[in-house]
């Protein structure tokens, strides 16, 4: 399912940082219901930065996040409570098992074993126990089941064994496919292009390229020397 409808949410000409230092300057992107959109760049371009403006979570300094249409500054409790979903790193509470923070995540079990099978055998498990690849399968779970209207994703596959990141991808596109709109931070920039409609380019705090994953492959390694540069952090497995 691609781009059907208006956008969830949309940067226009927006500036943010912190301080008074800009990070992000005269930034426009959007994302629509059913697709899945990347946000690549190198360590420090600002990738965090964008899904904290857009979250709610840092105001920005100029131009305008419209979530939902609106122009109004939403705080992220109440872009969460209307369907926003923020994933950032290991989002689990660590001291409870991975029921309990279901439980605490208003999902149920069955549709979270229903997304991840795998943590079946893990539901009296602490999540601070919890592998990686788990702890994030939890993570998505919890945010996934409660079928938000947009998912903001930063580097859910971060350190994670290659079939792990497969299978967290497969299940973001699954939910897009399903209606959901993704705007996900990858390092593992060939694996990310598998699954997404188009692609943002990031490089310090401006888009510097965008496109379909079948251009950017055309040019990728141009792509990733000249734009993505910082390669020990680029995983192109
Ligand atoms: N809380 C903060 N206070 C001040 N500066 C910050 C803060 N968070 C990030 N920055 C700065 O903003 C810039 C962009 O950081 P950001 O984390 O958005 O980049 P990124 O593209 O996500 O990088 P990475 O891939 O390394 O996570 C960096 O120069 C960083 O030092």
């Known amino acids: 399912m691609h781009d059907t409808g208006q956008p969830l949410i949309e940067?226009?000409?927006?500036?943010?940082?912190?301080?008074?230092?800009?990070?992000?300057?005269?930034?426009?992107?959007?994302?629509?219901?059913?697709?899945?959109?990347?946000?690549?760049g190198p360590n420090g371009a600002g990738k965090s930065t964008t899904l904290r403006v857009l979250s709610g979570e840092l105001a920005p300094m100029s131009g305008e996040v419209r979530w939902l249409?609106?122009?109004?500054?939403?705080?992220?409790?109440?872009?969460?409570?209307?369907?926003?979903?923020?994933?950032?790193?290991r989002a689990v509470f660590t001291r409870l098992d991975t029921a309990d923070n279901l439980?605490?995540?208003?999902?149920?079990?069955?549709?979270?074993?229903?997304?991840?099978?795998?943590?079946?055998?893990?539901?009296?498990?602490?999540?601070?126990?919890?592998?990686?690849?788990?702890?994030?399968?939890?993570?998505?779970?919890?945010?996934?089941?409660?079928?938000?209207?947009?998912?903001?994703?930063?580097?859910?596959?971060?350190?994670?064994?290659?079939?792990v990141v497969d299978r967290l991808l497969r299940a973001v596109r699954e939910a897009a496919d399903r209606g959901l709109g993704a705007l996900l931070v990858e390092q593992h920039v060939r694996k990310v292009l598998d699954i997404a409609d188009r692609v943002y380019v990031l490089r310090r705090g401006r888009i510097v390229m965008t496109g379909t994953p079948k251009e950017l492959r055309a040019n990728l390694d141009e792509i990733e020397s000249s734009y993505l540069a910082h390669k020990a952090t680029v995983t192109t497995d």
């Open 103 to 163: 439980r605490v995540g208003r999902v149920t079990t069955d549709q979270a074993l229903a997304l991840f099978p795998e943590l079946e055998k893990r539901l009296r498990t602490g999540a601070g126990m919890l592998s990686g690849g788990e702890q994030q399968m939890l993570s998505l779970a919890r945010a996934l089941c409660r079928t938000p209207k947009l998912l903001l994703a930063d580097e859910l596959s971060l350190g994670l064994a290659p079939l």
């Open 11 to 40: 940067a226009r000409a927006l500036s943010a940082g912190y301080g008074t230092v800009p990070v992000l300057r005269d930034l426009d992107l959007e994302v629509r219901p059913g697709e899945v959109v990347a946000l690549l």
């Open 69 to 89: 249409g609106g122009t109004g500054q939403a705080p992220l409790h109440r872009r969460a409570r209307e369907g926003l979903a923020y994933v950032g790193e």
